[in-house]
């Protein structure tokens, strides 16, 4: 059924691409309602993208696995017998039973539980009761195996995408995404705290990715946090030392940046003289990054205490601290799934304060978080009124007053006051993602990050 | 002049007379969060309390030691006494907005037993349903286990210890702004 009382309609490229202008920041609000628009999401966006599965440290023993999903398709991430990592799609190919209930778990394969059919770790089709008596050996087991995602990791980090022309992992993080993944990593190695918090808004998941770039809300909506003395939110927003940065197919990273000559004065310092300076900060501080952080991040990248978000749905938050997956259910249904991560073998007092850091803040009862998820909901529930639907999002901050320069490994970046470069690029992207067939034309018609006058 | 009571009969008017005493608590606690009274709710909490609630997973009965996370790892609650009077002074402020217009709430305590007396300290097992509307049509509903620890003091009982066991691992709600 459509949702808001739409009628499910195709929509052409010519129309996809007018859904958002970049030149004044409209955008339509029926990306937030349509249901075709919705189905249409699941095919170019997310089966064609390159999603977040989970961690090395989630499934680090053969058998192990982790449930996923690829916007809405079930997907079992499993580690197999020679340390690799399946993505399979979690449905039996006789009559599409989902072959793991279980969220996690370890298996030396998979059994159908309807008619016991049996997948190797790898997907394959092992075993078929009754091969001989009921199918007189008449059937191509190499035809049915599990269908498999493309996976790949960066980092430890384990992606996977359902589209077979999809470029590597690597490059289609760009700069942008592998300083995203870098700033998890940027104190070292790292492994992900037991527990994936999850809960349901009833928004749409733009609405919830276009959140994380906007510094905009944080005094209003956060408001209480501030009052209740929980934090300072004028020592964490910097709301005149912004840096955006903008990443090929949609990737991008908004927040407070650390200036050009702060961070040439962090450059000269030692590991040891910035251990010591992060001790001596005030509570709250971002800690200052050791040296090998600009290896993994980028000259421009290190600069960022911002929130990347790797396209579509994968924000980084808390200074690397943790992540959020926004999962697609539908155009005003999101699941949040939280991961945090902390160093291996960190000392068990800062464990305990990394951890406590990523419980009190976020999840559906973090002192910030708890406020977010109303404002989206309800942002959500006004595009689905027939003339709240026609008047659009204004999307136009800081629209036509800044610059965007190329850095020295041809970064592209912005540093600006509070604005809403990021958010602009992320529907600017959604557009071109959407009105692509495949990624012969994704790559052929989508907006290079710019030079210039943004 | 009441008969002597036998020892059995001792023995089991001393056990109802404590299941009323902490029954009549865990009521006047939940009402109090009922009638938004949070400070006064406050005043109901041990100094070293902890309020718990682990992320809850679908696992098979084989691995179904690991269906909550232990303590030390991710929770959705996992407060001390300061993070609580934090989440009380947010109630406060006027710009809560997840609770301003506020929610509705139902705190229903059932299959209340004591599970064991040490000392000043009671341990207590009962079954909560969290029932709360918000704004025109949200409905939340949360039902689980509890483990509470209340401790006798001059004042009356003390919360020394929530530990709140839900019944959901994809938390099925915008959020959890209302105290459990
Ligand atoms: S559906 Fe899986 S064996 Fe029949
Ligand atoms: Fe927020």
């Known amino acids: ?32 309602s349509d249901e075709a628009l919705y189905q249409l999401e699941l095919e170019r966006i997310f089966a064609r993208g390159w999603n977040f599965m989970c961690h090395d440290s989630q499934i680090p023993e053969p058998g192990d696995y982790f449930i996923s999903y690829i916007g809405e398709d079930q997907v079992i991430v499993v580690r197999d017998e020679e340390g690799g990592v399946n993505v399979l799609l979690n449905t039996c190919r006789h009559r599409g039973n989902a072959l793991c209930r279980a969220e996690q778990g370890r298996a030396k394969s998979f059994v159908c539980s309807y008619h016991g059919w049996n997948y190797a770790l790898d997907g394959r089709l092992i075993g078929v009761p009754g091969l001989k008596t009921f199918y007189h050996n008449d059937i191509d087991r190499s035809r ?25 992992l690597r490059d289609y993080l760009g700069d942008v ?6 700033m998890i990593c940027a104190n070292g190695e790292v492994e992900v705290v037991d527990g994936v918090q999850k809960n349901v808004i009833s928004c749409n998941w733009k609405i919830a990715v ?5 510094w905009y809300h944080v005094p209003y909506s956060h408001a209480s946090a501030n009052t209740a003395g929980f934090l300072d939110i004028a020592a964490i927003q910097h709301p005149q030392s912004q840096m955006v940065m903008l990443g090929e197919y949609g990737h991008a990273i908004g927040g407070p940046g650390i200036p ?4 040439d004065q962090i450059d000269a310092m030692s590991d040891e003289e910035r251990a010591a300076a992060s001790r001596a900060a005030p509570p709250n501080s971002p800690r200052i990054r050791p040296r090998a952080a600009r290896d993994l991040m980028g000259p421009v990248g290190v600069r960022s205490e911002g929130h990347p978000n790797i396209f579509p749905n994968l924000w980084i938050t808390l200074g690397g601290l943790q992540m959020c997956l926004r999962l697609p259910r539908g155009p005003s249904k999101t699941e949040l799934w939280w991961f945090t991560f902390v160093p291996k073998g960190a000392p068990p007092a800062l464990r305990r304060a990394m951890i406590a850091q990523a419980n009190h803040v976020f999840g559906p009862a973090g002192i ?27 999307i136009g901050m800081g629209l036509g007053h800044d610059q965007a320069v190329a850095g020295e490994d041809g970064e592209h970046y912005i540093e600006s006051a509070v604005g809403e470069h990021g958010q602009r690029w992320l529907y600017r992207a959604w557009t071109e993602w959407m009105a692509a067939r495949d990624w012969t034309e994704l790559k052929a018609n989508h907006t290079p990050p710019p030079t210039g006058p943004v | 002049m009441a008969p002597d009571l036998t020892t059995r009969e001792k023995l089991l008017s001393d056990r109802v007379l404590l299941q009323y005493e902490v029954e009549q608590f865990l009521y006047a606690e939940a009402a109090l969060l009922d009638a938004r009274q949070y400070r006064r709710w406050l005043g109901l909490l041990a100094d070293d309390i902890h309020y718990w609630m682990p992320i809850r997973r679908t696992v098979t009965l084989a691995d179904i030691d690991r269906e909550f996370t232990k303590l030390g790892d ?17 109630l406060e402020a006027g710009s809560a907005w997840s609770e301003d217009p506020p929610s509705r709430s139902r705190h229903f305590v059932s299959n209340v037993r004591i599970l064991e007396i040490a000392g000043d300290e009671i341990t207590v097992e009962a079954c909560f349903h969290l029932y709360r509307t918000r704004l025109e049509a949200d ?19 003390r919360l020394a210890k929530r530990h709140l066991f839900l019944d959901q691992t994809v938390v099925q709600s915008t959020n959890m702004s209302t105290i459990f």
């Not at chain 2, 409905?139 to 009982?157: E, K, P, Q, Y």
């Open chain 1, 1 to 32: 059924m459509a949702d808001g009382g739409q009628d499910l309609r195709a929509w052409d490229r010519a129309q996809l691409l007018a859904l958002f202008d970049p030149a004044t920041g409209a955008l339509d609000r029926r990306v937030l």
């Open chain 1, 210 to 214: 276009d959140n994380l770039f906007d």
């Open chain 2, 139 to 157: 409905i939340d509903s949360w039902v689980g286990r509890r483990v509470d620890t209340l401790r006798r003091t001059d004042a009356g009982f």
């Open chain 1, 260 to 263: 050009r000559e702060r961070q």
């Open chain 1, 144 to 168: 049915l195996g599990l269908a498999r995602a493309r996976a790949e990791n960066y980092l430890g980090f384990w992606f996977a995408t359902l589209a077979t022309d999809a470029p590597a």
């Open chain 2, 74 to 90: 991710m929770a959705y609650f996992d407060d001390d006494r300061t993070l609580l009077e934090v989440r009380v002074r947010k």
């Open chain 1, 368 to 394: 910030l978080e708890q406020d977010d998820g109303e404002n989206w909901s309800q942002s959500t529930r006004s595009a689905r009124g027939f003339s709240s639907r026609g008047l659009g999002q204004y």
């Open chain 1, 177 to 182: 995404g592998r300083t995203g993944l870098g």
